[in-house]
């Protein structure tokens, strides 16, 4: 037979699951803020750009074609990132109309920045060579 908990013991159950409710809910709010967003995405871009471009071991120097377009991605992620920030914060079509647009070209310069980086990957082998 399961004993019966006593009143304090009820009690200190709950505020231990409200204690963690609001460190779950902490969690989640560092997690969209955008500041935070911003800043884990371009620590994934460095640590790309920096392991695709070798110069991460240190043994050979960076390019400046792909450190240049490494660059244009990040700002192209960035804006496109508080494109969709200000899309989501607004519920008014007007905002999501100029969000829209505001996205179509965030991906214009992501084709771009993607175009340069192709091109500057291409100058770098030819410059190995």
């Given at each position: 037979m399961a004993k019966k908990k006593s009143l304090d013991d009820m009690r200190s159950?709950?505020?231990r699951r409200q204690d963690n409710l609001a460190?779950?809910?902490?969690e989640l709010?560092?997690?969209?803020?955008?500041?935070?967003a911003v800043t884990r995405w371009k620590n994934e871009l460095v640590g790309?750009?920096?392991g695709f471009s070798a110069a991460g071991d240190e043994k050979s120097p960076a390019t400046l074609p792909v450190a240049i377009a490494g660059?244009?991605?990040g700002v192209v992620l960035i804006g496109a990132g508080i494109a969709a920030a200000i899309a989501l914060s607004d519920g008014e079509e007007k905002s999501?109309?100029?969000?829209?647009?505001?996205?179509k070209k965030a991906?214009?310069?992501?084709?771009?920045a993607a175009e340069h980086m192709a091109k500057a990957k291409e100058k770098a082998r030819a410059a190995k060579d």
């Open positions: 159950e709950a505020y460190s779950d809910i902490d709010v560092d997690r969209v803020h955008p500041v935070n790309s750009v920096k660059g244009v991605i999501a109309k100029k969000s829209s647009k505001a996205e991906e214009a310069e992501k084709a771009k």
